[in-house]
Structures are given as C-alpha cells and as structure tokens.
C-alpha cells in the first residue's frame, strides 16, 4: 500500500476553460486561488500544485505573489504560509504539466478531470483513492477556472471524478472550496 498522495499533483487550467455563455476563454488568476489551494494542497500532502496560464503578465503576477512568501518579508512573517506556497509551479499550459511531471516521475500521469457537471467514464473517490493506494502512477487532477474547463482539456482526459453536490439545485462552488472537499475525500485520513 502506498502514500495516496505520493504521486498526486494538482492542476488549476486558467486557459482553455469556458465563461458563462459556454465561451473558450483565459480567466485571470487570483491571490485567494493560490494561497488557499497551496494550503489545502500542502496539508494533505499533494506535491505539486500547477496554474496553467499563457499570459505572461499573469505569470508575473504569480512570480510577484509566491515571491513575497518565499523570499520577501512574507517569509519570515508566515513561515507556513512560505511552506504552503512553496509547491507551486507556474507553467503555459496542460501540455508543459504533463512533460514537467513525465520528467519527475518518469511516466505521464493519469487525466483525471473536474465538473460540476455530470461526465461519461466517471471514476468513483472510493474508486480513485483505491487506485492511489495501490498504484504509484503519477495521478494529475484538473480543476478549472471561471465556468470550467473547455471541450479541448475535458477530451484529454482519461476520468472525471463525480461533480460536488449538495442538498440544494444550487451548485457553483468556487474553485477553492471544489479542490478542499475534493482533497479531502481522496486524501483524509477520517
């Protein structure tokens, strides 16, 4: 039995995902996004957390943010918070992702995609966390900005694991509380 977490990464896609007339867009990356995934990430012990972006502004925006905790006053202020942050990694797209953890971990990882819709070749979270625990492959889950993920990254995928649901119709969680209950179910120690 391996470490579930072991070969997991996570990956927030900025570019391609869809607004809310069903539009491809780029959507903008935000400091809540980075600190509050890293930290959900960090605690249950995912190694990479990726934000895929094209944009090289906001590749200098997440440069400036990590920055500060990694090296500016934040560092030595918040030491957890420079731990937290520290698994990030700022890439152009899926593809670099997928060559990035190939190169890590000497396979490419397993697709398994985010919804809050309802996807064909559903994997279960009992199914998934089985699959970790057993097998060492390197698991990459994706998580989409805006209003998902578009058709182009939602057809590479090789899973989905089911949407969140709740006891409302109600069901547009922001992306920062999909990856905490997400993480949760595949990595809790409960």
């Known amino acids: 039995m391996t470490d579930r977490a072991a070969g997991l990464d996570i990956a927030l896609i ?8 069903g539009e491809t867009i780029g959507s903008a990356v935000t400091n809540l996004d980075l600190h509050d995934i890293a930290r959900a990430a960090r605690t249950y012990g ?9 944009y090289r502004d906001q590749h200098e925006l997440i440069g400036e943010i990590v920055g500060h905790w990694q090296h500016g006053r934040g560092a030595d202020y918040n030491p957890a918070r420079k731990e937290a ?4 990694r700022a890439l152009y797209g899926l593809d670099d992702i997928i060559n990035e953890i190939s190169d890590r971990r000497g396979q490419k990882p397993l697709l398994v995609a985010t919804s809050a ?5 559903e994997l279960s979270y009992h199914d998934l966390r089985s699959y970790m625990e057993k097998d060492s492959s390197p698991v990459l889950l994706l998580f989409g900005t805006a209003h998902g993920l578009a ?5 590479r995928a090789d899973s989905f694991l089911p949407p969140i649901k709740g006891k409302s119709a109600y ?7 999909a990856v905490s209950i997400i ?3 595949l990595l809790s120690l409960n």
């Open 46 to 54: 995912v190694q990479r957390y990726y934000v895929a972006t094209p």
């Open 117 to 121: 819709r309802s996807q064909p070749n």
């Open 171 to 177: 069901n547009h969680l922001s992306v920062r509380s």
């Open 183 to 185: 993480l949760d179910r």
């Open 151 to 155: 058709p182009e990254i939602m057809e």
């Open 85 to 88: 942050l520290s698994i990030i």
């Open 14 to 21: 900025h570019h391609p995902v869809l607004n809310k007339v």
